[in-house]
């Protein structure tokens, strides 16, 4: 048995985000016990598929349903280990932390730091200093870049919370103005709980089958398909995060943080709206989100997305509508 957990109990997008600092671990300690959501299973397959031992762990506070382990259990797990890397900063996870005593380490984030930069500030004490870009990206050494011309725009559906989601009659009337304005194909993406929306925008913007691409078990199948397009643009979701580890993204982001969870890579864009009320409320730990107007994804128009896809790149500043803004490489910010 290893005396190394690491725990990352998040869903996709978090996963994806936290390559480099469990490469780095990896690469030290060799191949510790990970605890983490079963669903995460096919991401630890794909991106470290010699790596860690995987310890299935549904916590009860990060369900639905409220239904999972507690925190006897999680500390009955981890109690003969030496040293416990979490890589989640919340207050069950602090709790944790200072139960376990001097050999458990926790990051403290922030909403302007970038989530892989939070996490290399508690790894690297442990690993010594490492680059975020080439653990990510081993084999190139560096992110995809942004194209100089773009003849296919895959178009991601997926949202990670509700306030998150960019309303499908935007994307209809971005697609269609990519179409017939710039000659522009498009791809739609998401996952099998977008695969309804998916085959209605389909339909409507007379889409084969072939130009829907729907993410499954197989990360490198999914990545194949999406190979395809030379940009991806949609909102703060798993499956963007999913998507930038092989293509140049746009996010879009409405509710979320975007200096903290904006996808990783000097190449990617973020086209986000700047109202008073964000970050959202979904984001805090001791408030419940009851919004019912959404401003911050109504100011957002398929005009805006448009000209945040087509600007020329870092400095440029594309005419967009109210309290927007966009921003270049925001995760090497």
Known sequence: MTDVAVVKPDHLGDFVLSVPALRALQQKFGNYDLYAAPGNRFLLEHFLPEGPVLHPTKLAHLQKDGIGEGMPELIAQLKPYSLIVFLRDDGFCHEAASILGTRAVVPRSDN???????????????TGKYSR???MWPAAGSAPQWPSALRTVGISLSAGFFANKI?????????????SKLGIAIKL???PLEADELRMLARMLN??????????AKLSDFHARVGECDVVVGADSGTLHLVSVCRPVLGVFTSSPWQRFSPFGASNRVLYSDVPCSPCIQFSKDAYNGCVI????????APDIEAALLASGPGAKPKLGRLLHFVCGPSHI
């Open 112 to 126: 302007v730091t970038h989530e892989t930069r939070i996490q290399q500030r508690v790894t690297e004490p442990l």
């Open 133 to 135: 870009s080439s653990l």
């Open 167 to 179: 309303p499908a009659t935007t994307w209809m009337r971005l697609a269609q103005s990519l179409q």
């Open 294 to 301: 959404r401003e911050c994804a109504a100011l957002i128009t």
């Open 207 to 216: 889409l084969a089958d072939s130009d829907v691409i729907l993410g499954g």
């Open 189 to 191: 993406i998401g996952g």
